[in-house]
């Protein structure tokens, strides 16, 4: 028997533990394919995940981990063979089934997506389910209809993770970008990534309007609550919104004028069962259409040490942009 060190939350008597720890392969669960991790990285999700803030883990032992970039150690699925660099995002992985927190994991070969040629491993992970979920939230605004010239687009949370790449990724398309931050020390930072304008938060934290004043043709929200209401709300006629995310709740307070006087549409995006064909058509857009020295701009890197810490200061609002995880 072998085992491998990895980032394990247990629950007993006394509640959950979490921390750094031997696991051995024998608990591996089943999968067609096992993996040799090379790099993670650390969302909302993982931080939701290692501090027990909200009921993510849902069976212990549980190897924490959303994401993962590796290389196929062992296949009996069709599609891969030993020595293949692989990326998955979701699944369940990290709730469900055991993540990816680890130097090991095995999992469903149905489940990857191969690692586009034109991305580093370290890169795909600095990209991690956070801008893979940017990315279909542009997508869904494209699906839409909506191009630059429509206007200005809003980007909520944008010095988190999803909205410094969806800032990053609009701009590069040609996209007036309003970025939307609590952070006013922020601000340089999310210019440098592109943002036009800087808003504040609080700008769109109060009760919401049933309508007010149209500023922009779509959205990228990351947020949710009165944030995606204030949104929904300024949105000009036939404009659309992405929602991706909720770090300000769950609750949605508004009425349904934005959508029967203005023809606004809310765009739902989910990355965790998002299926194969979207999958792939994100990456391969990630590959083209997000630039790497602004990638670089927003990622820290961190070892398996140093999860903890980073899934702590996550939840709390206290990161910019994204962190890998380098594992082994």
């Not at 959508?259 to 792939?280: E, K, N, W």
Request: charged share 25%; glycine share 14%.
């Amino acid at each position: 028997m072998s085992s491998f060190k990895a980032i394990v939350i247990r629950k007993g008597e006394a509640g959950q533990t979490v921390g750094l720890s031997d696991f051995d392969d024998s608990e591996l669960m089943e999968g067609d394919v096992t993996l040799r991790v090379e790099w993670s990285t650390v969302n909302y999700k993982d931080g939701l995940a290692v501090t027990g803030k909200a009921p993510v883990v849902r069976r212990f032992p549980m190897i924490a981990g959303i994401d993962a970039v590796g290389t196929v150690e062992t296949s009996a699925h069709p599609d891969w063979k030993p020595g293949d660099r692989v990326v998955v995002n979701g699944w369940g992985c990290g709730e469900t089934h055991l993540g990816f927190y680890g130097e090991k994991a095995r999992v469903k070969g149905d489940w990857l997506v191969p690692l586009p040629a034109g991305i580093a491993p370290r890169d795909a992970m600095a990209i991690g389910t956070a801008g893979y979920t940017a990315m279909l939230a542009v997508l869904a605004l494209e699906r839409h209809g909506l191009t630059p010239d429509r206007g200005p687009v809003v980007v909520t949370g944008a010095a988190g993770g999803v909205g410094s790449v969806a800032v990053a990724i609009l701009a590069k398309l040609g996209w007036h970008v309003i970025a939307s931050t609590g952070r006013p020390e922020e601000g340089d930072y999310l210019k440098e990534l592109g943002a036009a304008e800087i808003i504040a938060r609080q700008d769109l934290s109060g009760p919401a309007k049933p309508l007010a004043k149209e500023r922009w043709a779509a959205g990228v929200d990351s947020v949710g609550s009165t944030t995606l209401a204030n949104v929904l709300s300024m949105t000009r006629y036939h404009g659309a919104v992405a929602a991706c995310g909720l770090a300000g709740g769950m609750d949605l307070p508004t009425s349904v004028a934005p959508f029967i006087l203005r023809g606004v549409s809310l765009l739902g995006v989910d990355s965790v069962m998002c299926p194969q064909h979207l999958r792939r058509e994100a990456w391969r857009r990630l590959d083209t259409d997000l630039d790497r020295r602004k990638l670089a701009q927003m990622t820290e890197e961190i070892g398996l040490e140093g999860v903890l810490d980073a899934g702590r200061r996550i939840v709390e609002g206290r990161v910019r942009g994204r962190i890998v995880v380098k594992i082994g």
